[in-house]
C-alpha cells in the first residue's frame, strides 16, 4: 500500500509503501473492545479501601443483654448495622483488577487501529523530525506548519489528546522540545499500544520506514499469555 509522506514543515514528500499487516486489516470491534478495556483494568491502582468489623475500633463489650430490655438483640457494635461499624463487601486494597490478554490479541488489536486511523485518514507519516535547539517554541513550529496540512487542521489546537507522536528511536532534543504540550504525546513504536492509539485522534508517524520495521517485528514475536500495561 503507498501513501503520502510530508516534511516537517508540512510540505509532500515522497509517496512511501507501508504494510498491510499493519495498515490493512479489517475492523474487529469486539477484539479492540476486550484489548482496551484490559488495559485500562491494568491501569487500575485499586488505592479504595474499607474497614470490615475485624478492623474497625470499639465493640469489645456487648451493648446490652441478651433478653428482656425489649430491643433487638446485638453482640457488638462493631457490626455493619451500626453507625461507626465495619463495611460489609466494600472495596478493599487487595482486590487485583488487572486481565490477562495474549500477546497476538494485543497486537493485532493495535495494527486493527492504526488500519482505522488510516481509513479515516487520522495518520500522518512525516519523514523526520529536526530541531535548531531542545526547546519547546521549535516544536510548536512543527505543529503548527503539520496544522496547514488537509485533514490535519486542529491538530494544533485540540485542547485534549489531539496526536499521538511515534517515533522509532527517542533523542533528548525532541523528547525534551515536546515535553511541554499537554495535548500531544511522544512514545516508541516499539511501545505503543491500542490504548494509546484509541486516546489521541491523530497518529504523526516519524521515519516511517524505520517505525513500519518495529511494528512488523512486534507481529512475529510468538504467542504467550502476560499481564499487560498500558
Known sequence: MKVQSYTQSGKKGKEITISDSVFGLSWNGDLVHHVVTSLLSNLRVGTAHTKDRSEVSGGGKKPWKQKGTGRARHGSTRSPIWIGGGVTHGPRTE???????????????LCVLLSRKLKDNQVLFVDTLDLKEAKTKYAKEIVTDLSTIKEFEDLGTRKNNSALIVVPGMENDIEQAFSNFGNIELKLAQTISALDIATFKYIVVVQPEESMKILEKRLEKKPRNILVTA
Do not use: C, D, F, L
Open 95 to 109: 482486590k487485583v483488577y488487572g486481565k490477562k490478554v495474549n500477546v497476538k490479541e494485543r497486537i493485532k488489536a
